[in-house]
């Protein structure tokens, strides 16, 4: 199955619906690196599919870098994490850079 034509073509709608992500990831990152508002839940959910769809298409980093941003972003929301919003850009950035890489 995962050397299929129809996998590689599930494949590139996959890196395609990825890159436009990257677009909104990009506003948030620049947002929380500027002091503006971004809606943390709503990041969360981003990365969260990213997270176990980069992993399926075999897009290991992809999936461990969303995987990093996501667990960060949910203990800022459990309280159990002070907000910290440059070290979650950076974490969100490198989740950006990872579907650069995928897209080369």
């Given at each position: 199955?995962?050397?299929?034509?129809?996998?590689?073509?599930?494949?590139?709608?996959?890196?395609?619906?990825?890159?436009?992500?990257?677009?909104?990831?990009?506003?948030?990152?620049?947002?929380?690196?500027?002091?503006?508002?971004?809606?943390?839940?709503?990041?969360?959910?981003?990365?969260?599919?990213l997270r176990?769809?980069g992993g399926?298409?075999?897009?290991?980093?992809?999936?461990?870098?969303?995987?990093?941003?996501?667990?960060?972003?949910?203990?800022?929301?459990?309280g159990e994490?002070?907000?910290?919003?440059?070290?979650?850009?950076?974490?969100?950035?490198?989740?950006?850079?990872?579907?650069?890489?995928?897209?080369?």
């Amino acid at each position: 199955m995962f050397d299929s034509a129809e996998f590689a073509a599930l494949r590139e709608e996959y890196l395609q619906g990825a890159r436009e992500r990257a677009g909104r990831l990009r506003e948030a990152v620049a947002a929380l690196r500027e002091g503006g508002h971004v809606d943390l839940r709503q990041l969360r959910q981003e990365v969260h599919k990213l997270r176990g769809s980069g992993g399926f298409y075999g897009f290991r980093a992809l999936s461990a870098a969303a995987a990093a941003a996501e667990d960060a972003l949910l203990m800022v929301l459990d309280g159990e994490q002070k907000r910290d919003d440059h070290a979650l850009a950076d974490l969100v950035a490198r989740v950006v850079a990872e579907i650069e890489a995928a897209t080369l």
